[in-house]
């Protein structure tokens, strides 16, 4: 079998036409893809991924751990300020190494090739695909609740349709960056809007008077160390998505003026409508009633909108496509990066002759997707993961601090204080430390179990690099190649 290495060796007219191939889709990809992202999209993706269903559907387990309307509030305030703070941190590492591919960039610098490949490893193959098939299922269950009025829709149905929903968005992404912009742009606009109405008809009924359960906002019991750190959880959950845009830096027009500017705009938003947004839930709903609510939108929606309350569940369905969208688009890129770095199979890190787009590693992220669809509930999966997640943002602020004393020669358009990557280290401990403190359970040993398992394939396949795992891959590599006509891009360093 000759490979694509071999042709060009020998200088066979094939070769020859995809040297030339290559030499220009590299040149467009770095040109053409690289340039495509400007201000605006960037503010949408960040808005567009961290509204998804949580803010429609998660203030009830706030309330629950937090134990009253102030303290509530309070909560999901501080909840905007952590994630502003965390994206600055990010905003200085991201100027600071322009790579996409978000944390895994920062991990490699600062703490060399065995912490990166350890993040690749849990954020390819659990946390982005687990999480773009849990948004494609609240979105499933939206979407097919108004067919089915007085039950739940049958899970088959709700399962065949998010399918379909990632396949639907594997294939808008595979096909142009411009058109999964586009889709992005659209669906924020869309989920701004319904925010907009709710926010509006809760300052009318503020006006008419309706504040019986915000005037003795902090009137309940007080909660526990641990009950606090679990409504952090739950509130942080409808905010994540915050270091999204760290994950495209080379797509940025401009990223050390598009960057900051964009994580200062987009995250302080999405904060303001979110205290906004359960300031009207209350206007209309006790605590009791609050935490009653299957979906505490669609609630609102019933109480306020009547006879236009359909448009609330209609908007929750674009808002959560919009955020699987958003989710697909990074993941996408994340699996590229660590294909080029050599931490995952190398057809991973090709990209689209035609195109332009990453498209193995995209329908890599589909199909793992689907994959988690299948078991019953992932939602639990889903909390155990995010323990991981915050590990890793731990290390990230941590790679932070000290690349300020082992990098001092790197050029840093945004220089963040030290003291609040500080916080962010001190609050990561804290949210991966209290939930195990105050519920130790054996999925968190199995999660650690299985970040660590990657180490199996790291020591034969990355460190010593046997040669029969080459030999076996290359004619797979190449025929995967010709099946979807993508060419290795150029390594940048």
Known sequence: IVTAEDRQERGTERGDDMHIQESN???????????????????????????????????????????????????????GVLSTLGALCYAELGTMITKSGGEYSYLMEAFGSLVAYLYSWTTVMVLKPSSFAIITLSFAEYASTPFYPGCTPPIVVTKCLSAAAILLIVGVNCLSVKLASYVQNFFTAAKLFIILVIVGAGIVMLAQGKTETLSNAFDGTPSSVGAIGLAFYNGLWAYDGWNQLNFITEELKDPFRNLPLAILIGIPL???????????????MTTTELLLSPAVAVTFGDRVLYPLSWIVPLFVVFSTFGSANGSCFTAGRLAYVSGREGHMVKILSYISLKRYTPSPALIFNGVLSIFYIIPAD??????????????????????????????????????????????????????????????????????????FSGLLFYYPFIYRRVNWARKLMRPITMHLQLLMEVVPPEKTE
């Open 25 to 79: 889709i590299q040149y467009h990809f770095f040109h053409h893809v690289c340039a495509q992202v400007g201000l605006l999209s960037g503010i949408c993706l960040i808005v567009g991924t961290m509204i998804g269903s949580g803010i429609f559907i998660s203030p009830k387990a706030v309330l629950l751990y937090s134990g009253a309307v102030g303290p509530c509030l309070l909560i999901w305030a501080a909840c």
């Open 270 to 284: 999405v904060s303001v409508c979110y205290v906004l947004v359960n300031v009207a839930y209350f206007t209309v």
């Open 378 to 451: 992932i939602n639990t999966l889903i909390n155990y993961f995010s323990f991981a997640q915050w590990v890793f943002y731990g290390l990230t602020a941590l790679s932070l601090i000290v690349m300020r004393f082992t990098r001092k020669e790197l050029h840093r358009p945004v220089k963040v204080p030290i003291v609040i990557a500080g916080l962010m280290v001190l609050v990561s401990c804290y949210l991966v430390l209290a939930p195990i403190i105050d519920k130790p359970d054996l999925e968190y040993l199995y999660c650690t179990i299985f970040i």
